[in-house]
């Protein structure tokens, strides 16, 4: 069941949310941000510290001499997207916005924060309030760990939660192994020869290289992944040429690789670069590939204390254990190479009204749900910390 005090609190909550809403900052600029969420965390009497990933902010809240410790993560940062809403808490800052609900999961984390705070007694140990900079693209988890988040404070677990508008409003999805993608980019630079268009003999057209080499880089996925794997490869980007009467000397393919296994990410890489390699030079010309591995696949390594809490609150009836992972990325995944825990999806498909999904320019975070996964986090937090006393 929701906590009654925070049911109570839901509309200091909303307030919370929306103020966010309005001021959305992008990665390692979340600056207005950042001092909103540590002033609101100070009101509540939580040790702040500030630094880490330059623009993150680590809420430290201690009760009783247990030695156990608990990290509890929301992201800060907002999209480079302009909202495309009429809602009164409208983004404020031009072609920015809160289009994933990093807002919601903010206001979350704080109402749960403001509630443990009031009420250290029910748990035993020191529970860690993360709010991250750069989830999107940038890997700002894996910037807190090289900082020393782990080195610094001793963290013995971490959650993490994400609103999932394809699943049903207050349902949680928890299921041990991947539940998000790896997220890998590459680039493709073909060096041909440039000449006159009507005199293609006398030149080498990477842009016919091109066309050869996306349609053999779909192969990978259809001839080099067992049918039970997973793995998308998409190339998102072709640039090449200026004009209508001359063939360029080179052209640049860009995209994007997601899998659930590192050995299936071995094969992919291999096989973009000895295609590019090899369809190039049977055309006359070069390939230089550069291969970015950027975040890993979110893995679940302990779902036990995640799976009792969320029961505490939706009830059993609500848990989805069999939903399906995403092919989309987290960054939360470098927290889970290191530390025992969990990632969750919260339901926020709206019953009632038209649902836009994440990155969408109209999309905008269900606030019937912020008092779920305040009381999520808050059953969390004691569940992980039982104070033996109570």
């Known amino acids: 069941m929701i906590i009654e005090e925070i049911k109570r609190d839901e509309n200091f909550i909303k307030e919370i949310r929306h103020a966010l809403h309005i001021h959305p900052e992008t990665a390692y600029e979340e600056r207005w941000t950042s001092d909103f969420v540590a002033k609101k965390l100070q009101s509540f009497g939580i040790t702040v510290h500030k630094g ?53 999961h903010m206001a979350m984390l704080l109402a749960a924060a403001k509630y443990l705070a009031k009420h250290k007694e029910l748990f035993d140990g020191t529970i860690y309030f993360i709010f991250q900079p750069a989830e999107e693209n940038e890997g700002g988890a894996k910037r807190m760990i090289e900082d020393g988040l782990f080195e610094t404070y001793k963290i ?33 630079e073909i060096l041909a020869k440039g000449s006159h268009a009507a005199h293609p003999e006398h030149g080498v057209d990477p842009i016919l290289i091109a066309s050869h080499l996306i349609t053999a880089l779909q192969s990978i996925i259809s001839r080099d992944i067992g049918a039970l794997e997973n793995g998308i490869l998409s190339v998102t980007q072709l640039h090449s040429g200026s004009t209508w009467n001359v063939i360029p000397d080179s052209a ?36 230089k590939v550069d291969y970015k591995r950027l975040y890993p696949a979110t893995v679940n390594n302990y779902i036990e204390t995640a799976l009792k809490s969320a029961k505490e609150v939706v009830g059993e009836e609500n848990i989805v254990t069999n939903f399906p992972p995403s092919m989309g990325s987290e960054d939360f995944s470098f927290f889970l190479q290191k530390k025992r825990g969990c990632y969750v999806k919260l ?44």
């Open 252 to 287: 640049i393919l860009r995209g994007t690789v997601r899998t659930f296994k590192k050995e299936i990410q071995d094969i992919i890489e291999e096989r973009i670069k000895t295609l590019s390699d090899s369809i190039t030079k049977a055309f006359r010309a070069n390939a």
């Open 347 to 390: 339901g926020t498909k709206k019953r009632d009204s038209e649902n836009f999904m994440l990155h969408n320019p109209k999309y905008d975070f269900n606030d019937n749900v912020l008092t779920i996964g305040a009381s999520y986090w808050v059953k969390l937090a004691i569940n992980e910390l039982k104070n033996s006393s109570h």
């Open 156 to 188: 013995d677990s971490i959650y993490g939660l994400h609103n999932w508008p394809a699943l049903e409003e207050g349902k949680i999805a928890i299921s041990k192994g991947a539940v998000m993608a790896s997220y890998d980019n590459f680039e493709i």
């Open 52 to 104: 880490l990933a330059k623009t993150g902010v680590l809420g430290i809240l201690k009760s009783g001499y247990s030695h156990k410790s608990v990290a509890l993560r929301a992201e800060l940062d907002a999209l480079d997207i302009k909202e495309q809403t009429n809602l009164p808490y409208k983004s404020r800052n031009e072609s920015k916005m809160h289009a994933c609900g990093h807002d919601g």
